[in-house]
Structure formats: C-alpha cells, structure tokens
C-alpha cells in the first residue's frame, strides 16, 4: 500500500514539475518577446532622433588620399559625361 502512495506521490511531482518548467519557460519567452519590441522601438527612436537633429558637428576634413581619390572620382565622373555627349 504504501508503495503505490509513493508512486503516485512520485508521478503528482513529476507532473507539477513538468508543468512548472513549461509555465517557466513561458515567462521567459514573453519576456524576451518584449525586451525584442522595445529594443526594436528603442532603435527606431535613436534613428528618428538622429535623422530629425540638426548636426552641429562640424564635418571633419578629408585626409590628402581621401581628398585625391574625391578628386579622380570627379574627374571619372567629367570624362563619363564628355564622352556621352
């Protein structure tokens, strides 16, 4: 008798356990749900923001190889063009 009344006591823990990690993982996954959607509109906040500012930064200068290449770009761009014609 008092074998069975351990089995079922044993099976009544195995199944409230079993339940108990399904309700865990639950919360877990709604949690992260909406650390995702907040992140998603956190991003989205940061991005309007930084589109809709005004730049006060001053725009910083172009080393003398950025400078040439912005130069040879142009002047690609201006033979491209007179050959079109």
Do not use: H, N, T
Not at 39 to 59: F, N, Q
Not at 61 to 67: G, I, M, N, T, V
């Amino acid at each position: 008798m008092s074998s069975l009344f351990k089995l079922i006591i044993v099976v009544c823990l195995l199944a409230l356990a079993i339940v108990g990690g399904i309700a865990l993982f639950s919360v877990v996954a709604a949690l992260f749900k909406w650390l995702v959607i907040l992140g998603v509109i956190a991003l989205a906040g940061v991005g309007a923001y930084k589109l809709l500012s005004k730049s006060d930064e001053p725009r910083l200068e172009l080393s003398s190889a950025e400078a040439e290449m912005l130069k040879a770009e142009q002047m690609l761009a201006e033979i491209r063009q007179k050959q079109l014609k």
